[in-house]
């Protein structure tokens, strides 16, 4: 069956410019993660969506960061006024329960490259 | 959460069974052992997890020591597909989100 997609592949802008992330989890799967991986960073986590809401924002690096999600599936990732430390992968995750004893399947990332 | 120790990188030769240790000699009593691997310019995928036992899939298996302060992950057969960065990470099961948190993991390669 179909995994987790993600567009766009790859993003290029321009510093202080907004961008829009998407995430298609795999159908069914309740819980959504994002995580971003940058070069001096490794993987962090970011959010965490549990059907439409979000109990845990904790690794949202700032106020420009914010996410949401629709109809328990499709979750936008939005950065406003990129900064080129924004630049990195953005990697979403869904599992179909929360908790760790469900695997989190990862979609292939947007790299993001703010100039 | 309990922190996690790896090395840095390894190699192993195709064909032979790569061991992977990770030293985790905080761990509490409620806290698993999971592994997921990272193949270049892929996202993370799972690989295996556990609390006392070793467990085994077609994948791996997991060793994790009596006083659960270590354990080691074994690919019996190791292949040129198996080169990835593999993260062990060490977590509380109950009241958890099920977020991940990535230490820097160990860089295997496997070479012919």
């Known amino acids: 069956g179909a995994g987790v997609s993600q567009s766009p592949s790859n993003k290029v802008t321009e510093k202080g410019k907004d961008v829009e992330l998407r995430c298609d989890p795999i159908?069914?799967?309740?819980?959504l993660y994002w995580y971003r991986q940058s070069l001096g960073q490794g993987l962090e986590f970011l959010i965490y969506?549990?059907?439409?809401?979000?109990?845990?924002k904790s690794g949202l690096p700032s106020d420009r960061f914010s996410a949401e999600r629709t109809g328990g599936s499709v979750s936008t990732l939005t950065i406003q006024r990129t900064q080129q430390e924004d630049s990195a992968v953005y990697l979403c995750?869904?599992?179909?329960?929360?908790?760790?004893?469900?695997?989190?399947?990862f979609g292939p990332g947007t790299r993001l490259t703010v100039t | 959460d309990a922190k996690t120790t790896q090395p840095t990188s390894m190699d192993c030769a195709e064909g032979r069974a790569a061991n992977l240790p990770c030293n985790h000699s905080?761990?509490?009593?409620?806290?698993?052992v999971y592994w997921y691997r990272q193949i270049h310019s892929q996202g993370p995928q799972y690989i295996i997890h556990?609390?006392?036992n070793n467990e085994t899939n077609e994948m791996a298996s997991l060793i994790i020591t009596e006083d659960r302060k270590s354990s080691t992950l074994i690919l019996p057969h190791a292949t040129l597909r198996d080169t990835a960065v593999y993260y062990c990470?060490?977590?509380?099961?109950?009241?958890?989100?099920?977020?991940?948190?990535f230490g820097q993991g160990t860089t295997l390669q496997v070479k012919p």
């Open positions: 995750a869904s599992s179909s329960q929360w908790g760790l004893n469900y695997e989190q399947y």
């Open positions: 159908s069914g799967h309740t819980a």
């Open positions: 969506f549990q059907g439409n809401s979000a109990p845990d």
């Open positions: 905080t761990i509490s009593g409620n806290e698993y």
């Open positions: 556990g609390l006392k």
């Open positions: 990470i060490v977590r509380v099961e109950a009241g958890n989100t099920g977020k991940l948190i």
